[in-house]
């Protein structure tokens, strides 16, 4: 009986363990982005971390994306750091020493106008110069990589060319949450669950800690890593945030016999499709236009979104749509992030304000932000997503790249 209990210990993903009523480190947010952050930090020797999660861990944005890695953004800061996410993903399934599912099979962005090739040009440009792999294909090599998709001339919106970016992909992104849990409580951080953060204390400018569901954590860091909820906690610690919450909705058909490699995304027809290992098509279109905390699916969005991915993929007409989900993304003025350190309150730091690309972001931003709290100095690579960009007046203008339909 002892045995078997302890083989059934040794085989739980981050081990159970009482809240203590003081960290270093208070992490709220038990999704990717914090659970990279305690990773990180455990990494740097900073171990006295907890990771408080309302619900079970990754049942924010985490478990609702659509799991797309890409690196093919449209500005140099943009670029230089989505490609060092991109990289950690390339090895992180090695580093973390769990199945992670990554598969780099290529990411098409097509344009359907003389003016959509140029802004595909200025990011190919741009991707090349910062030695990400991305370029410009014509009709018939788009027709070489995806022989199912409609190249005629009979959509409303012909394909005229795409930028190919053969590096993105897909990742497992339950495997990936589950992945760094195990990973940072075998390096001593500790995993809290069902505990809700109320209230965020601040004494003389600086954070003291949390209050909690399950009652006072003291803490000298608590670092903001939620999404959806980014203002709220933010406010706590009487901390504004330029960011409006709003839907985002996705679906899922039944699994059919591959006739897709690449994810495919189209800015003109507001939608994106690819097919998981499973066979299913997942397809995707661009933030609900309304601001919400609503998990609600619509049928406005199935419609349109149904019928936009058929113009590009009608092979698919017959197939059923299995489940339709709805997450929700915090959205800045630029489609930038915020990461950082805060002016109004010391040792409250952001990882926020990821929209609709906060899982691609996660590696790097864990590391960086990581490094931002063990260090006291912000890493260059991150310096440019500070909140202070927003009263500097030097937004980001990533908004062509960051999302599907711009
Ligand atoms: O940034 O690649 C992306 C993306 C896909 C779906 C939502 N965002």
Same mark, same amino acid.
């Given at each position: 009986m002892v045995a078997l209990l302890s083989l059934f210990r040794k085989q739980r993903m981050w081990s159970p363990e009482e809240i203590r009523p003081r960290y270093d480190v208070v992490i709220v947010g038990g999704g990717v982005h914090g659970l990279a952050i305690a990773y990180e930090l455990a990494k740097l020797g900073v171990t006295d971390v907890a990771v408080l999660e309302k619900s079970y861990i990754g049942a924010g944005g985490s478990g609702r994306n659509t799991a797309i890695i890409r690196s093919n953004y449209r500005t140099e800061p943009g670029v230089e750091f989505y490609d060092e996410s991109l990289k950690i993903y390339e090895q992180l399934a090695v580093e973390l020493d769990y199945n992670l599912l990554f598969s780099q099979h290529g990411h098409l962005t097509f344009a359907h106008t003389e003016a959509g090739i140029v802004g595909l040009r200025v990011r190919a440009e741009t991707n090349q110069v910062l030695g990400v792999n991305s370029r410009i294909i014509d009709l018939k090599e788009i027709a070489e990589l995806v022989p199912a998709l409609d190249l005629s001339d009979r959509p409303r919106h012909p394909i005229m060319a795409a930028l190919y970016h053969p590096p993105g992909g897909t990742i497992r992104h339950d495997a990936v949450v589950w992945g760094y849990a195990r990973a940072a409580s075998r390096r001593g951080v500790a995993i809290h669950t069902g505990v809700e953060v109320t209230g965020v204390n601040v004494a003389d400018g600086a954070v003291t800690g949390v209050e909690t569901n399950r009652g006072t954590i003291h803490a000298g860091v608590v670092v903001n890593a939620t999404a959806g909820w980014a203002t709220t906690i933010a406010a706590m610690a009487g901390v504004r945030l330029p960011i409006v919450t709003h839907p985002l909705q996705a679906m899922v058909t039944e699994p059919l016999k591959p006739i897709l490699n690449p994810v495919l995304v189209s800015a003109t027809l507001h939608v994106y499709v690819n097919q998981t290992d499973r066979g299913e098509l997942v397809i995707g279109s661009e933030i609900d236009p309304y601001s919400s905390y609503s998990h609600r699916s619509t049928l406005p969005f199935l419609e349109s979104t149904v019928r936009h991915a058929l113009e590009l993929?009608? &092979? &698919? &007409?017959?197939a059923r749509v299995l489940r339709q989900w709805a997450g929700i993304c915090d959205m800045t003025p630029d489609f930038g992030p915020i990461i950082g350190t805060v002016p109004e309150v010391r040792g409250f730091v952001v990882d926020v !304000?990821?929209?609709?690309? !906060?899982f691609k972001a996660a590696p790097a931003a864990g590391r960086r932000t990581a490094e931002l709290i063990a260090t006291g100095r912000t890493p260059d690579v991150i310096a440019p997503f500070t909140i202070e960009r927003f009263a500097n007046n030097q937004p980001l203008g990533e908004k062509a790249a960051a999302a599907v339909s711009h």
């Amino acid at each position: 009986m002892v045995a078997l209990l302890s083989l059934f210990r040794k085989q739980r993903m981050w081990s159970p363990e009482e809240i203590r009523p003081r960290y270093d480190v208070v992490i709220v947010g038990g999704g990717v982005h914090g659970l990279a952050i305690a990773y990180e930090l455990a990494k740097l020797g900073v171990t006295d971390v907890a990771v408080l999660e309302k619900s079970y861990i990754g049942a924010g944005g985490s478990g609702r994306n659509t799991a797309i890695i890409r690196s093919n953004y449209r500005t140099e800061p943009g670029v230089e750091f989505y490609d060092e996410s991109l990289k950690i993903y390339e090895q992180l399934a090695v580093e973390l020493d769990y199945n992670l599912l990554f598969s780099q099979h290529g990411h098409l962005t097509f344009a359907h106008t003389e003016a959509g090739i140029v802004g595909l040009r200025v990011r190919a440009e741009t991707n090349q110069v910062l030695g990400v792999n991305s370029r410009i294909i014509d009709l018939k090599e788009i027709a070489e990589l995806v022989p199912a998709l409609d190249l005629s001339d009979r959509p409303r919106h012909p394909i005229m060319a795409a930028l190919y970016h053969p590096p993105g992909g897909t990742i497992r992104h339950d495997a990936v949450v589950w992945g760094y849990a195990r990973a940072a409580s075998r390096r001593g951080v500790a995993i809290h669950t069902g505990v809700e953060v109320t209230g965020v204390n601040v004494a003389d400018g600086a954070v003291t800690g949390v209050e909690t569901n399950r009652g006072t954590i003291h803490a000298g860091v608590v670092v903001n890593a939620t999404a959806g909820w980014a203002t709220t906690i933010a406010a706590m610690a009487g901390v504004r945030l330029p960011i409006v919450t709003h839907p985002l909705q996705a679906m899922v058909t039944e699994p059919l016999k591959p006739i897709l490699n690449p994810v495919l995304v189209s800015a003109t027809l507001h939608v994106y499709v690819n097919q998981t290992d499973r066979g299913e098509l997942v397809i995707g279109s661009e933030i609900d236009p309304y601001s919400s905390y609503s998990h609600r699916s619509t049928l406005p969005f199935l419609e349109s979104t149904v019928r936009h991915a058929l113009e590009l993929l009608p &092979a &698919a &007409a017959n197939a059923r749509v299995l489940r339709q989900w709805a997450g929700i993304c915090d959205m800045t003025p630029d489609f930038g992030p915020i990461i950082g350190t805060v002016p109004e309150v010391r040792g409250f730091v952001v990882d926020v !304000g990821w929209g609709t690309y !906060g899982f691609k972001a996660a590696p790097a931003a864990g590391r960086r932000t990581a490094e931002l709290i063990a260090t006291g100095r912000t890493p260059d690579v991150i310096a440019p997503f500070t909140i202070e960009r927003f009263a500097n007046n030097q937004p980001l203008g990533e908004k062509a790249a960051a999302a599907v339909s711009h």
